[in-house]
């Protein structure tokens, strides 16, 4: 059982770091971005994406 | 323990802009989700994905699918979003702390100001990826 919880670390890890690694080579769209900046952005987004999902459902 | 983790800590955590907390935070969720096991819904997902390239997103999809599933939204009761509506969240923060509270989860992991700031009486804590990774060293003593 703690083989397979390793195991399973080990692939999530991996993961995360070529994600990180991926978004690290392209054009960033946070650039210049505060985190506070970011979060706002982030509230943005899924107020949009809200308005989206009741339009769909009228 | 079970945590939701929110949109934002997971940009943060990927490293968009420096957070050494959201990233710490998510590569301690990545090295333990069997103790702390995280929840997401298809919104969360959504929202993640906006921000992601193609191929970023698959690559998300595949870390989201060895640490944990994917809720569909239909699943959260309508009453619980509709509650928190009326605590005073707006409808799409609604549906997390709805989601939150229908999983039993202990904690909702969030940047978001407006969550922190109406965190009282609450069935579940309102922490940020900072104040969680205190939370998890506290509770490993």
Redesign the interface.
């Known amino acids: 059982m703690k083989k397979i919880?390793n195991k399973?670390?080990k692939?999530?890890?991996k993961?995360?770091k070529?994600?990180?690694q991926?978004?690290?080579k392209?054009p960033?769209?946070?650039t210049g971005?505060?985190?506070e900046q970011?979060?706002k952005h982030?509230?943005k987004?899924?107020?949009k994406?809200?308005e989206e999902?009741l339009a769909t459902r009228h | 323990m079970q945590l939701v983790i929110d949109a934002n800590v997971y940009i943060l955590g990927f490293g968009f802009v420096n957070d050494p907390d959201c990233e710490e935070f998510l590569s301690i969720i990545a090295k333990e989700s069997s103790l702390y096991i995280p929840r997401i819904f298809r919104s969360i997902v959504r929202e993640v994905s906006h921000n992601l390239f193609p191929e970023d997103f698959q690559k998300f999809i595949k870390f989201i699918n060895t640490v944990t599933k994917i809720d569909e939204d239909f699943l959260i009761p309508f009453e619980l979003g509709a509650k928190y509506e009326a605590k005073g969240l707006k409808p799409a923060d609604a549906l997390i702390a709805a989601y939150t509270e229908w999983v039993g989860a202990d904690v909702l992991v969030t940047e978001n100001r407006h969550f922190l700031s109406r965190h009282r009486n609450l069935p579940f804590k309102v922490l940020t990826a900072k104040d969680c990774l205190k939370f998890i060293k506290l509770s490993k003593k």
């Open positions: 919880k399973k670390a692939e999530a890890m993961l995360l070529e994600l990180r991926s978004i690290a392209k960033n769209p946070f971005m505060t985190k970011v979060i982030m509230r987004i899924r107020e994406l809200w999902k």
